[in-house]
C-alpha cells in the first residue's frame, strides 16, 4: 500500500474509517481548522491516514469520502508529483530541521499551484529541533486561508505547548484485538510471508496493538533482535554481562526502536507497580520483580531518562553510549545482592 493508492479507510483500516468521514464532512463544510494535529500510538496508521487527507483535500471530484482517482489532481497524486502537497520528515537526521520549516513557511504564503488549496503533512512534530519548533509557531500564528497544515505526534511524546494550543487535536484509537489481527493476517498474506504460528500475537502485544509497527516487525524479523535484547537486558541486571556488550544488541536494533523498548518496559513495570498486569509476557517477570523492589515512582523516574534521552536526538547523541547510560539507569533498580549475583 503507497501513499498514492487510492486508500478507502472503511476497508484497509476501518478503525480510522470514523475519524477520517468526520473530517472530511468538516471540511465540506468549511469547519475544517487550518491546523489539525494527529496523535496516536505509533503504528496506527497517521502517516497514511494523513496523505489520504491531503489527497481527498484537493481532488476535483470525490466521491463520498474517497477521492475519484480520474481527475487531474489524481493523476498528479498517482504520479507522486502534486505540487500542491507537500510532506516534510527528518532527512538524513533524526530530526526535522529548520530549513525544512523555513521551506515550509515559504510553501505555505505561496499560491496554489494547480488545485483549489494546499495541503502540508509534517510528519514526527514531536521530532523538531528547538529552532525548527519556532520557525513553525511563526507559520501557525499566522495562518493562509487556502492551507491546511496536518502534523502528526506519536503518543506519549513531548509538543511544544505554544504549538499544540494552536491546533485541533484528534487522537487516532487503535483497533480492536480482533480486527488488528485480521488486518495483520490479511497484510501477511498479500506480502506472501511466511512467519512462525505465534509470531503475528507476539508482534501484536510487542507493538501495543499497533498493526502496522507489528507488520514491521514482523518484516524486519525484530522480535529475533527483541528476544536478543531482552536476554543481554536480564544479564547485565544480574552483572553477568558488562554494559558495553549488553548495549549491542540494542545499538543493533536502532537508538529509536531502543527507546521505544524501553518505555513499553517502563509502562509494564508501572502497571506492575500498581497491581496490574504488563503486555509484554517475555519481560514480565524481571518487570514484575523490579516493581516488588522499588517505589512506584521508579519507572516514572526511568521514564523521564528515556524521554531525556529523546530530546538528545537532536544533538545527535552517540546512541551506543546513551543505551548504556539507560542500561546502567535500569540496573541501579536491583537490589544490591542481586546485582552482584
Known amino acids: ?34 491546523a489539525l494535529l494527529v496523535e496516536g500510538r505509533s503504528g496506527v496508521g497517521k502517516a497514511l491516514f494523513a496523505m489520504a487527507l491531503a489527497q481527498r483535500f484537493v481532488c476535483d471530484s470525490p466521491h463520498g469520502p474517497a477521492r475519484c482517482g480520474q481527475c487531474r489532481q489524481c493523476q498528479l497524486i498517482d504520479g507522486d508529483s502534486h505540487p500542491d502537497i507537500r ?49 513553525l509557531l511563526k507559520t501557525l500564528e499566522e495562518p493562509v486561508e487556502d492551507v491546511t497544515l496536518i502534523l502528526l505526534q506519536r503518543a506519549g511524546q513531548t509538543l511544544m505547548p505554544t504549538i499544540r494550543s494552536r491546533c485541533q487535536s484528534l487522537t487516532l484509537p487503535l483497533p480492536e484485538t480482533d480486527v488488528a489481527r485480521t488486518w495483520l493476517h490479511d497484510a501477511l498474506a498479500a506480502d506472501s510471508m511466511t512467519v512462525g504460528e505465534e509470531d503475528p500475537e507476539r508482534a501484536l502485544r510487542m507493538a501495543g496493538g499497533a498493526p502496522l509497527k507489528a507488520l514491521s516487525f514482523l ?23 558488562p554494559v558495553d556488550e549488553a548495549s549491542k544488541p540494542f545499538v543493533s536494533i536502532g537508538i529509536e526502536a531502543t527507546l521505544d523498548l ?42 523521564d531518562a528515556i524521554t531525556e534521552s529523546r530530546r538528545g536526538l537532536s544533538y545527535n547523541l552517540s546512541p551506543a553510549l546513551e543505551t548504556e547510560r539507560l542500561l546502567v539507569h535500569w540496573q541501579s533498580l536491583m537490589p544490591r545482592r542481586q546485582q552482584r549475583a
Open 1 to 34: 500500500m503507497t501513499d498514492t493508492t487510492p486508500l478507502n479507510l472503511s476497508t484497509a483500516m476501518p478503525w480510522l474509517a470514523p475519524a477520517f468521514q468526520s473530517l472530511v464532512e468538516r471540511f465540506e463544510s468549511g469547519r475544517l481548522p487550518h
Open 87 to 135: 510532506r516534510y520528515r527528518p532527512e538524513k537526521s533524526r530530526v526535522i530541521k529548520v530549513d525544512q520549516v523555513r521551506a515550509l513557511g515559504e510553501f505555505a504564503v505561496a499560491s496554489p499551484q494547480v488545485a483549489a488549496r494546499k495541503i502540508i503533512v509534517l510528519e514526527t512534530a514531536d521530532q523538531l529541533n528547538t529552532s525548527a519548533a519556532n520557525a
Open 219 to 241: 518484516r524486519e524479523g525484530m522480535l529475533a533482535q527483541r528476544d536478543e535484547c531482552l536476554n543481554a537486558f536480564r544479564a547485565f541486571l544480574k552483572s553477568q554481562q
Open 262 to 303: 524501553m518505555e513499553d518496559w517502563t509502562l509494564d513495570m508501572a502497571r506492575f507497580a500498581a497491581g496490574g498486569c504488563g503486555r509484554d509476557a517475555d519481560a514480565a517477570p524481571v518487570l514484575r520483580f523490579l516493581a516488588g523492589h522499588n517505589s512506584p515512582g521508579a519507572a516514572h523516574t526511568l521514564r
